[in-house]
């Protein structure tokens, strides 16, 4: 099940890997804190300075108004930047002066969602109904976007899958806002039999409230796209390179993870669209006999 904690933990190792001396330094909470309080207990106090900016691995950050000193941080501004404050645990993990905002990546994950994924991609969806005799509609669920295949499976106990031909069925699309979250309807003129239950494999469309019915493949292409736009933002600094052999190789080092975190999102999407298509079996069509 995607998460989009997993996918920003991937993003973090992303931005950071082949990095030397630049990921943000690291102290841990001491001790629990509630979400109101603004005196934050850490492990290496003298560490922080005023105007260093915290941050939670929940997202949360805090702004410093003072040095750090005997343990603690205070006066410190929760919920910096428009993050919202929350309850903090015993050794919660935080980011000093952090590179990127978590709520950028989260930002940038919905982006990548909503603009870059479908139609290129989707998860498979099976469901089933009962069919009722008649010209009849069935709400798709929610992100359904399109039906490929309507089928019955063990017709008079023969332990066998048949497809419902492409002309007993249709989407009807809806825009009407009357039919919620539903994507459409499925429109069924008739089936092979009436008694059992009828199976359809759909396609889903990736979103960003539906990520427990995101593939773990499209999972993974999301943070390559992420990191892309991180550094095409300049929100992720340059690496530590090796020496250049020419002064004519000035193309800069976000410049180059951009491209480098691009082709790989983009490699990786095509492949997995071939694949999916690939997936896909049309159902057949029913041809009355003449005469």
């Known amino acids: 099940m995607a998460t989009v904690a997993a996918i920003y933990q991937r993003v973090r190792y992303l931005a950071y890997s082949g990095m030397r001396a630049k990921r943000p330094w690291v ?126 499976y063990n017709i008079s106990a023969d332990n066998r899958y048949w497809d419902i031909p492409s002309n007993w069925w249709d989407v009807e699309r809806q825009v009407n806002t009357t039919v919620a979250a539903n994507s459409g309807l499925l429109r069924v003129k008739q089936v092979r039999d009436n008694t059992i239950p009828v199976y359809y494999e759909a396609k889903r469309r990736p979103d960003t409230a539906d990520l427990v019915n995101m593939s773990a493949e499209i999972a993974d292409l999301i943070p390559w796209r992420v990191a892309a736009k991180l550094s095409e933002a300049g929100m992720i600094p340059d690496r530590v390179d090796p020496p250049r052999q020419s002064r004519q190789n000035t193309e800069g080092g976000k410049a180059r993870d951009a491209r480098t975190f691009n082709a790989e999102f983009f490699t990786m999407r095509q492949s997995l669209a071939a694949k999916l298509k690939g997936e896909i079996r049309v159902p057949p069509r029913h041809v009355p006999r003449r005469g």
Request: aromatic letters at 12%; charged letters at 20%.
């Open 27 to 152: 102290d841990q909470a001491n001790g629990a804190h509630t979400s109101s309080v603004t005196t934050i207990a850490v492990d290496n106090s003298t560490a922080w300075k005023r105007g260093d900016i915290g941050q939670f691995d929940d997202g949360e950050l805090f702004f410093t108004t003072t040095d750090g000193a005997s343990g603690n941080l205070t006066g410190v501004v929760r919920g910096y930047e428009g993050s919202t404050a929350m309850s903090q645990v015993d050794n919660a993990r935080i980011e000093k002066n952090p590179t990127f905002y978590r709520q950028n990546v989260e930002d940038m994950i919905d982006e990548v969602i909503r603009v870059d994924l479908w139609p290129h991609v989707w998860s498979w969806h099976n469901a089933s109904f009962t069919f009722v005799d008649g010209d009849t509609t069935y709400p798709l669920e929610a992100y359904i976007d399109d039906v490929v295949r309507i089928y019955q």
